[in-house]
């Protein structure tokens, strides 16, 4: 009980009444996203989910069974985040400006907190695939691109948020598979705290849409938290032999984002245009323009992200081999651009149809 109530039920309520509390301010402030072409939401949404989430959860570390050295890597390359996405959010910084933010931040955590990817697993033939000298770069490059990959699917109600506490649930299982109790604390701890976010942020019956957005200064520092803790969860002792959750299985966990994300970029570079423009390219997007609500779309996004966690954690354990894990991983890639392609035919056949007859228009509306 004591545990449910120190990571679970504190963290939650902080953020809760942070969010109700800071809404006024930055209204005051400007923090505010505005109703644009590109987003379509009704009137001016304080942008502070990040500040109220960061603020939660660095209020309850004390209290945790942890050593606060632990996390001080995490907690400052989270700070260097929160304060480049505010000051984003209200002047909108360059692409490349952020991107080199971001890789000070991985930083923080790969060479103060030693936190590397050092295997991706075993294959046939050439056995374990250990990274070595190149652990490092690799693993900064990896920590930015997630960060970039949970910035950019951050385009509804509740969907980054939602599919973040979704990895989180997978890597607090894998920590309580491999005896991580201290991880298992600080991720329970940190996806209570985007959950008392979501209570404001997500579509429910008592709300037709978000109150406050996370802003750059929210998906930013998660997506390092959660790079951090899938790191950490990967490297635990016998992560890959006895358990049986090797780290193919823990890509899994944060595939769906990734994968979204590589896919969007790259069509944007075939297209001659820089990967970082915004657009409405993404699957969620895509969603949207088939008919789904942003609830449900948001829904469906959350449901693949748990079910390829399912499938590289539960799959691991049962004896599914890395390599088979790993080309999975491009079979999924895969699966994305046709689906994708298969979408926007669907989408092209019913905009010809709406030129035909007007009176369809309502039905691709979201």
């Known amino acids: 009980m004591t545990f449910f109530y120190l990571t679970v039920l ?75 996405g ?35 697993g075993t294959v046939p033939v050439f056995g374990q695939l250990d990274l070595g000298w190149v652990a490092a770069p690799f693993t900064i490059l990896v920590v930015v691109g997630f960060i970039n990959a949970m910035n950019m699917i951050d385009g509804l109600d509740g969907l980054a948020g939602g599919v973040a506490v979704v990895m989180l649930g997978w890597l607090a299982f894998c920590a309580v598979a491999l005896g991580a109790d201290g991880v298992l604390m600080v991720i329970v701890s940190f996806a209570a705290a985007i959950g008392g976010f979501l209570w404001f942020n997500m579509r429910h019956p008592w709300q037709r849409s978000a109150k406050v957005f996370l802003g750059d200064a929210g998906s930013m520092p998660i997506g390092l938290a959660v790079a951090w ?40 570079m075939i297209r001659g245009i820089s990967p970082f423009t915004p657009g409405r390219d993404h699957l969620h997007h895509m969603l949207l323009h088939l008919g789904q609500t942003p609830g449900q779309a948001t829904a469906t996004m959350m449901a693949l992200t ?61």
């Open 10 to 84: 504190l963290p939650l309520l902080i953020a809760g009444v942070l969010v109700a509390g800071l809404r006024s301010p930055a209204s005051v402030l400007g923090l505010v996203d505005r109703p644009s072409e590109r987003k379509q939401h009704s009137g001016d949404v304080p942008l502070v989910g990040g500040i109220a989430v960061f603020l939660a959860f660095i209020a309850v570390l004390p209290v945790l069974d942890i050593s606060p050295t632990s996390v001080m890597p995490l907690m400052a390359g989270m700070v260097l985040l929160l304060f480049c």
């Open 86 to 120: 505010i000051l984003d959010d209200l002047v909108e910084l360059r692409s490349m400006f952020k991107c080199c933010i971001q890789a000070v931040a991985a930083g923080f955590i790969v060479l103060w907190g030693n936190t590397e990817v050092v295997s991706l």
């Open 229 to 268: 803790f899938a790191i950490e969860v990967s490297n635990s002792p016998h992560s890959s032999s006895e358990i049986g959750i090797s780290p193919a299985a823990i890509a899994w966990i944060l595939a769906v984002p990734v994968i979204d994300t590589i896919s969007v970029m790259t069509r944007r």
């Open 306 to 366: 748990a079910s390829a966690g399912a499938f590289g954690v539960l799959g691991s354990n049962a004896g599914i081999s890395d390599f088979v894990l790993l080309t999975g991983l491009f079979g999924l890639a895969l699966a994305h651009g046709v689906g994708l392609r298969r979408a926007r035919w669907i989408i092209v056949r019913r905009l010809e149809q709406v030129q035909r007859d007007p009176n369809d228009s309502k039905r691709l509306e979201t």
